[in-house]
């Protein structure tokens, strides 16, 4: 199958992609067809039969088996290193707030890090007096990372906590990382529902993490006898009890369709190369300064407009040519999310349509 047949089936499968420009999966991704069709047969099963009894609660269960598999498969972990979340924030406030902090301990974070990563930090230094560090990165987010942050690790340093890609500017393999948790999203450039994530944490760092909350799915528990309290040994242990299973029903669809039917490989390649069109595209634009230090290193792609307010520009090009994309306020910046959905011709739409502003 040639890529325009394949980009053809996908974007058939995703109406949001062809009713618009649809150039911001670093806040939503648009659902494939799978993901509605899993969440309506989900819903259906349950507003029939209800959601009791062992075979319903065996199917709710084989669900969240399947979501952490899901998300094993795509990371390369261990099944039994995956913890569903809400989203990506609910796992950066379980590590950070699972570590015994005492004043004057210290956290180091990066000068690009998104307000989910450090509300965290900011909340822990108010209510435990915890230091934040902050690595300076460089306006683009463009230096080495790793000599700016060993220069602040000290005695005391407890967390290091920082962004894979930056949000703003833009395949995982988890053991190749070698990362002790790493957080991420499932509504994003994985396009699936809402209050989906999930959270990874390696086996031998599993008891580094103190459990804030639990409930009945983070203790181990033996059928016929009374409930006990020892804390599961996996990363179960930071799940407290039970979700929106139709919206799990909907995560294990579209991670399949990801895998199966688009394919990792040619997903991570068409958005590379995407990214790439884009970044050199846009620096066609008078007036136009580029902030994405490079060409196709992620689906992330940010930039300033002289003389252009940020969110007037967004809705401009929402109303008057049906383009999303998204500002970020704070730095008076414009951001394009390029998706393996997306086309060469919609940039070129873009381009053209920032041109006659």
Same mark, same amino acid.
């Given at each position: 199958?040639? *890529? %325009?047949?394949?980009?053809?089936?996908?974007?058939?499968?995703?109406?949001?992609?062809?009713?618009?420009?649809?150039?911001?999966?670093?806040?939503? @991704?648009?659902?494939?067809?799978?993901?509605?069709?899993?969440?309506?047969?989900?819903?259906?099963?349950?507003?029939?039969? !209800?959601?009791? @009894?062992?075979?319903?609660?065996?199917?709710?269960?084989?669900?969240? *088996?399947?979501?952490?598999?899901?998300?094993?498969?795509?990371?390369?972990? *261990?099944?039994?290193?995956?913890?569903?979340? +809400?989203?990506? !924030?609910?796992?950066?406030?379980?590590?950070?707030? $699972?570590?015994?902090?005492?004043?004057?301990?210290?956290?180091?974070?990066? =000068?690009?890090?998104?307000?989910?990563?450090?509300?965290?930090?900011?909340?822990?230094?108010?209510?435990?007096?915890?230091?934040?560090?902050?690595?300076?990165?460089?306006?683009?987010?463009?230096?080495?990372?790793?000599?700016?942050?060993?220069? %602040?690790?000290?005695?005391?340093?407890? %967390?290091?906590?920082?962004?894979?890609?930056?949000?703003?500017?833009?395949?995982?393999?988890?053991?190749?990382?070698?990362?002790?948790?790493?957080?991420?999203?499932?509504?994003?450039?994985?396009?699936?529902?809402? !209050?989906?994530?999930?959270?990874?944490?390696?086996? +031998?760092?599993?008891? =580094?993490?103190?459990?804030?909350?639990?409930?009945?799915?983070?203790?181990?528990?033996?059928?016929?006898?009374?409930? $006990?309290?020892?804390?599961? *040994?996996?990363?179960?242990?930071?799940?407290?009890?039970?979700?929106?299973?139709?919206?799990?029903?909907?995560?294990?669809?579209?991670?399949?369709?990801?895998?199966?039917?688009? !394919?990792?490989?040619?997903?991570?390649?068409?958005?590379?190369?995407?990214?790439?069109?884009?970044?050199?595209?846009?620096?066609?634009?008078?007036?136009?300064?580029?902030?994405?230090?490079?060409? @196709?290193?992620?689906?992330?792609?940010?930039?300033?407009?002289? $003389?252009?307010? +940020?969110?007037?520009?967004?809705?401009?090009?929402?109303?008057?040519? =049906?383009?999303?994309?998204?500002?970020?306020?704070?730095?008076?910046?414009?951001?394009?999310? &390029?998706?393996?959905?997306?086309?060469?011709?919609?940039? +070129? &739409? %873009?381009?053209?349509?920032?041109?006659?502003?």
């Amino acid at each position: 199958m040639s *890529d %325009l047949t394949h980009l053809q089936h996908i974007r058939q499968e995703m109406p949001a992609t062809t009713s618009r420009i649809y150039m911001n999966a670093g806040t939503f @991704g648009p659902l494939p067809a799978c993901v509605v069709s899993a969440m309506q047969e989900r819903m259906q099963q349950e507003w029939q039969n !209800g959601r009791l @009894g062992a075979s319903g609660f065996e199917a709710m269960f084989a669900i969240y *088996d399947n979501a952490r598999k899901g998300v094993a498969h795509l990371l390369n972990a *261990d099944a039994d290193e995956i913890a569903l979340t +809400d989203n990506t !924030g609910e796992g950066l406030n379980i590590i950070s707030y $699972g570590i015994d902090w005492h004043e004057g301990d210290e956290a180091i974070t990066t =000068n690009h890090e998104h307000i989910s990563l450090l509300a965290p930090l900011y909340q822990l230094r108010d209510r435990y007096g915890i230091v934040i560090r902050v690595a300076d990165i460089g306006e683009k987010g463009d230096l080495p990372i790793l000599k700016p942050i060993a220069d %602040l690790v000290t005695p005391r340093t407890s %967390l290091i906590s920082l962004s894979h890609v930056s949000w703003m500017m833009g395949a995982l393999d988890m053991h190749a990382l070698n990362v002790d948790y790493y957080a991420i999203p499932i509504q994003k450039w994985l396009c699936g529902p809402d !209050g989906t994530g999930a959270l990874y944490a390696r086996h +031998d760092s599993l008891g =580094n993490i103190k459990n804030t909350y639990v409930g009945p799915f983070s203790i181990k528990h033996e059928m016929g006898k009374d409930w $006990g309290w020892e804390l599961l *040994d996996k990363a179960q242990r930071f799940e407290t009890g039970g979700r929106q299973t139709a919206a799990l029903a909907g995560q294990v669809a579209v991670l399949n369709w990801l895998d199966q039917v688009v !394919g990792h490989q040619w997903m991570y390649e068409r958005i590379a190369a995407l990214s790439t069109y884009a970044f050199h595209a846009l620096q066609e634009i008078p007036g136009l300064h580029m902030l994405t230090p490079r060409a @196709g290193a992620s689906g992330l792609v940010s930039f300033r407009l002289e $003389g252009k307010d +940020d969110g007037e520009v967004v809705k401009y090009l929402n109303e008057k040519h =049906n383009i999303y994309i998204r500002n970020i306020p704070s730095i008076n910046a414009l951001r394009v999310s &390029t998706g393996f959905y997306n086309t060469e011709e919609e940039i +070129d &739409t %873009l381009v053209r349509a920032l041109r006659e502003m």
